[in-house]
């Protein structure tokens, strides 16, 4: 069985910066595709970043210019990079493969952005 685990988030000040890291176990993740998911209170739950099994990225224009994705397939990890982070920012974050398996989901990381 696969199972991805979140870590890395917290409480950080607007403007502050944190790094997220997903870390995979039972599987190889070499193969895929791979992104990042948040969910805010009362919001459905959104991709943010996804990169491709040779490094191409994708980011949506909420957090172009301030989240960097990236990953070590020798670790079996994919890292977030959050930067200039906004009240907004504020949700849990979780990591899957795209397109995501609903057995892939872990219990995600909280960060929390202070006004």
């Known amino acids: 069985q696969v199972q991805l685990v979140e870590s890395g988030g917290g409480l950080v000040e607007s403007g502050g910066s944190r790094r997220l890291s997903c870390v995979a176990s039972?599987?190889?993740?070499?193969?895929?595709?791979m992104g990042w998911y948040r969910q805010a209170p009362g919001k459905q739950r959104e991709l943010v970043s996804s990169?491709?099994?040779?490094?191409?990225?994708y980011y949506p224009d909420s957090v172009k210019d301030r989240f960097t994705i990236s990953r070590d397939n020798a670790k079996n990890t994919v890292l977030l990079q959050m930067n200039s982070l906004k009240p907004e920012d504020t949700a849990v974050y979780y990591c899957?493969?795209?397109?995501?398996?609903?057995?892939?989901w872990g219990q995600g990381t909280q960060v929390t952005v202070s006004s």
């Open positions: 899957n493969t795209i397109p995501n398996r609903d057995s892939y």
């Open positions: 990169i491709a099994t040779v490094g191409f990225t």
């Open positions: 039972g599987s190889r993740l070499s193969i895929n595709v």
